[in-house]
């Protein structure tokens, strides 16, 4: 599944998380590229912190049809823009787009939802276009009837499988629109939508091989993961918490969450762990709890009777009837615009 992934972005640096192998050991990995900018990450200025993340005004130079005063989209509207969001439809972004988007500048989650997502999918269709002329170069220096050149063919016919499916959605959608799927998406997070949540703490639309051109976009995502992992465990999201535990153990890394300031609590760790070695599958819940044997170590008895308390609460208030079964199954999921809801 994340080998599908990383083929959809035509290299493996889709996504930006690592955990380690003791909490998802089905997978090798669910990302490579959380150490490389961590640094980069930590250095960006920290008086920025935004508390929303701000959404673009559609300028003309941006707009993709000339703005109608009158214009505006109903609820009923982007109901009927989501069902036409089905491979194979006639959906076309670039004509709904300026519609969805001041809807979404207004508090519309769906809209913001559906935006954010769809030139997520423009982005990685770009993406695609210049994986394709990278496979085009390699195939042309490849020895004829090699079993490179041979690699390189079934890739150069996957990747125009991908595309052909996106290009229709994204006729007359370019780079100065899918620049801003991360302000789309991460709106749509803190409006409230569980898995655009998840989406943009995992798997944010911003380009992790060019973070100064994503300056804005990085640190935004720097100074809101934490906030957005919180709001999803007070939204009774399993995974949000399970994020929350690798993060404040400091097992997992996301990028720009390295240093210590990012978030590091053995106490919230081991609250977060043992709400989740109680809820858990018996095979990740006896990894859990074996991670939590050396967490209780390292802390005081007072630290210890306060992350138990806490962890008693929270698992009475929120997770109670709760289950996490997979999390690397819960994580992977691949959400699309027709997921929004």
């Known amino acids: 599944m994340l080998e599908d992934a990383r083929r959809a972005e035509g290299s493996a640096c889709r996504t930006v998380h690592t955990f380690r192998p003791a909490l998802i050991m089905s997978r090798n990995s669910i990302a490579v590229l959380g150490i490389c900018f961590v640094a980069l990450l930590a250095a960006l200025p920290l008086w920025w912190t935004p508390t929303v993340p701000a959404l673009p005004v559609v300028p003309q130079s941006v707009a993709v049809t000339p703005a109608s005063p009158q214009a505006r989209i109903s609820v009923e509207d982007i109901a009927q823009e989501v069902a036409r969001l089905q491979p194979d439809s006639d959906f076309r972004l670039a004509e709904t787009h300026d519609e969805l988007a001041r809807a979404a500048a207004v508090g519309d989650r ?38 490179d050149e041979a690699q390189l063919l079934v890739e150069l016919v996957s990747l125009d499988e991908r595309a052909a499916a996106l290009a229709p959605m994204c006729q007359g959608i370019d780079r100065e629109h899918t620049k801003h799927a991360w302000r789309y ?37 720097r100074d809101q993961v ?9 939204s009774v999201d399993v995974r949000a918490l399970y994020l929350a535990y690798g993060l404040a153990s400091g097992q997992d890394t996301l990028i720009g969450m390295g240093d210590e300031r990012f978030h590091s609590d ?4 081991l609250s977060y762990g043992l709400v989740l ?14 991670q939590l044997s050396a967490l209780e170590r390292s802390l005081t008895g007072d630290a210890r009777r306060v992350a138990h308390t806490r962890a008693d609460a929270l698992q009475r208030e929120r ?19 027709q997921d929004c809801r």
């Open 226 to 234: 934490w906030s957005m992992l919180q709001q999803g465990i007070a």
């Open 319 to 337: 997770f109670a009837g709760a289950g996490l079964d997979d999390p690397a199954a819960a994580l992977v999921k691949r959400y699309a615009a």
């Open 110 to 147: 769906r809209a913001a939802c559906v935006l954010g997502r769809a030139l997520d999918d423009c982005r990685r269709l770009h993406r695609m276009r210049a994986r394709r002329a990278e496979l085009e170069r390699s195939a042309a220096r490849s020895a004829p009837g090699s079993d």
């Open 185 to 221: 998406l991460a709106r749509a997070a803190v409006l409230g939508d569980a898995d655009a949540r998840i989406s943009f703490v995992l798997a944010p639309p911003l380009d992790p091989e060019n973070m100064l051109g994503d300056l804005e976009g990085w640190t935004a995502y």
């Open 277 to 290: 070695s109680r809820i858990a599958a018996p095979a990740l819940a006896g990894r859990i709890e074996q």
């Open 266 to 269: 053995p106490v919230q760790a």
